[in-house]
């Protein structure tokens, strides 16, 4: 496993942090532990200030990305959820 956050592994660790509603960088950082999710994004550990760092170096063509991402999740969610369907989980 590589020690270096790329930006894929920082995308699905954000992604991952947002499903989860973590608020702080230091839950994101200790929830790399768990085996399963070390295993998905290819990172054995990683810190809350390593984390912080790559925040801060993320172009920002990634990070409106996935908050359009996000944003198009969401409303595909409402519009369900007005239909009367409940959200696959």
């Given at each position: 496993?590589?020690?270096?956050?790329?930006?894929?592994?920082?995308?699905?660790?954000?992604?991952?942090?947002?499903?989860?509603?973590?608020?702080?960088?230091?839950?994101?950082?200790?929830?790399?532990?768990?085996?399963?999710?070390?295993?998905?994004?290819?990172?054995?550990?990683?810190?809350?200030?390593?984390?912080?760092?790559?925040?801060?170096?993320?172009?920002?063509?990634?990070?409106?990305?996935?908050?359009q991402k996000r944003?198009?999740?969401?409303?595909?969610?409402?519009?369900?959820?007005?239909?009367?369907?409940?959200?696959?989980?």
């Amino acid at each position: 496993m590589s020690s270096e956050l790329k930006t894929n592994q920082l995308t699905l660790l954000i992604s991952h942090a947002q499903l989860q509603e973590f608020k702080a960088l230091r839950k994101i950082s200790s929830s790399v532990q768990s085996d399963q999710l070390s295993q998905a994004i290819d990172l054995e550990s990683i810190s809350h200030s390593q984390i912080s760092r790559r925040l801060r170096a993320l172009p920002i063509k990634v990070s409106e990305m996935l908050i359009q991402k996000r944003f198009a999740c969401l409303n595909k969610d409402e519009i369900l959820a007005n239909k009367g369907f409940e959200k696959d989980l």
